[in-house]
T-cell receptor, first 122, second 111 residues
Framework: DSGVTQTPKHLITATGQRVTLRCSPRSGDLSVYWYQQSLDQGLQFLIHYYNGEERAKGNILERFSAQQFPDLHSELNLSSLELGDSALYFC?????????????????????FGPGTRLLVL | ELKVEQNPLFLSMQEGKNYTIYCNYSTTSDRLYWYRQDPGKSLESLFVLLSNGAVKQEGRLMASLDTKARLSTLHITAAVHDLSATYFCAVEGNTGNQFYFGTGTSLTVIP
């Protein structure tokens, strides 16, 4: 058990709908990352939040959005769903401490992954 | 966009043998990560390589990074069945802190 929780585990919905995926990081971890894994696109980095602020954005569609709340949990919102959005969505967390003098220069810490949310769009 | 290639895509090896998985990437990066994924499961971080020449070892797995050649290797020593999984490398871009994943190497260790 990584200590990262994701809900729901499975989600079945229809095209055009909107869903929200939730991630709770390990206690003390400030960073949350979201990833998408599908058969045709493989593993893709979506977005990274650090202590409530967006730090990096990857191949995240405009129909998708995310946020990290003051208690550090994060939500990934997927709207106007299409068949191709069917995938496994993982979140991961890490400590990513800020070194003296400024923001962390990169992802130096090990990431701990949640069990994932399997989304099926029909 | 940074491209990451892994080879081989599929690897079937006998227990006790050694083998290497390769991860090539297209543009400069100083940070590379290796992950393991068991069938139907989530990802597990294996190694974080942060500089040229970095070498890390955990059990029968050893990872290295050559940033000048834009190459990382994951070496498996005396493979055992428990190492059967899919292994991914991921490269962090030098701008924007994004991650770019390889296609994965599906490893099957045969008794």
């Amino acid at each position: 058990d990584s200590g990262v929780t994701q809900t729901p585990k499975h989600l079945i919905t229809a095209t055009g709908q909107r869903v929200t995926l939730r991630c709770s990081p390990r206690s003390g971890d400030l960073s949350v990352y979201w990833y998408q894994q599908s058969l045709d696109q493989g593993l893709q980095f979506l977005i990274h939040y650090y202590n409530g602020e967006e730090r990096a954005k990857g191949n995240i569609l405009e129909r998708f959005s995310a946020q990290q709340f003051p208690d550090l949990h994060s939500e990934l919102n997927l709207s106007s769903l299409e068949l191709g959005d069917s995938a496994l969505y993982f979140c991961a967390s890490s400590v990513d401490p800020i070194p003296p003098g400024g923001l962390a220069g990169g992802h130096q810490e090990t990431q701990y992954f949640g069990p994932g949310t399997r989304l099926l769009v029909l | 966009e940074l491209k990451v290639e892994q080879n081989p895509l599929f690897l079937s090896m006998q227990e006790g043998k050694n083998y290497t998985i390769y991860c090539n990437y297209s543009t400069t990066s100083d940070r590379l990560y290796w992950y393991r994924q068991d069938p139907g499961k989530s990802l597990e971080s294996l190694f974080v390589l942060l500089s040229n020449g970095a070498v890390k070892q955990e059990g029968r797995l050893m990872a290295s990074l050559d940033t000048k050649a834009r190459l990382s290797t994951l070496h498996i020593t005396a493979a055992v069945h428990d190492l059967s999984a899919t292994y991914f490398c991921a490269v962090e871009g030098n701008t924007g802190n994004q991650f770019y994943f390889g296609t994965g190497t599906s490893l099957t260790v045969i008794p």
